[in-house]
């Protein structure tokens, strides 16, 4: 049975999985800068660029959270490229590439490719939140909750986006 590291830290068995996914997450967030950037200047809808925008902002936030999150641990704040969140951004370029020339469709394509980083942000911090929970880590679940709110807002902002003028066509 491995030793517990920090005295008597309930679920110590979980330490070494949170701090890696607390990693990942950092990568992923920073990745998202980039991407978010992107997806902006495609965005056809000024509603859809002021999203993104926003976003963006949020992500910064996100981020210094993190570092706070690794301090109130007593670490130093390290990312590590996300795979993931690779593979999606990627994915999102291929989207801007393959409609930029149907405006049309862009936006709901776009929306569509953020959804899917809303989703895996929502997953990766719903799980630390957990985690966080089970260690009585108070100060990083706290952290942790107030981002997976803001990312699940911004989930809530993309559909009625799409519902309202993205996914909708023209009825002029
Ligand atoms: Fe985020
Ligand atoms: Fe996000």
């Known amino acids: 049975m491995a ?31 980039k991407g978010l950037k992107k997806m902006s200047a495609a965005a056809g809808s000024e509603k859809l660029k002021e999203a993104f925008n926003t976003h963006y902002q949020q992500t910064e ?21 996300c795979k993931a969140m690779e593979g999606l951004l990627a994915e999102a370029d291929e989207i801007i590439e393959d409609f930029q020339d149907s405006p049309e469709v862009l936006d709901a394509a776009l929306i569509a490719a953020a959804q899917k980083v809303e989703h895996y942000e929502i997953a990766s911090y719903g799980c630390v939140v957990t985690y966080a929970k089970l260690m009585d880590h108070s100060e990083a679940k706290e952290l942790l909750g107030q981002t997976l709110a803001e990312e699940k807002e911004t989930d809530v902002l993309l559909t009625e986006i799409a519902m309202n003028e993205a996914n909708v066509g023209e009825t002029v």
Do not use: C, W, Y
């Open 3 to 33: 030793q517990m590291k920090e005295g008597n830290m309930p679920n110590a068995h979980l330490h070494e999985l949170f701090i890696d996914e607390l990693k990942d997450i950092l990568g992923a967030e920073r990745q998202l800068l």
């Open 61 to 81: 936030g996100h981020i210094q959270r993190l570092k706070d999150v690794f301090s109130s641990l007593g670490l130093t704040a390290r990312g590590k490229k």
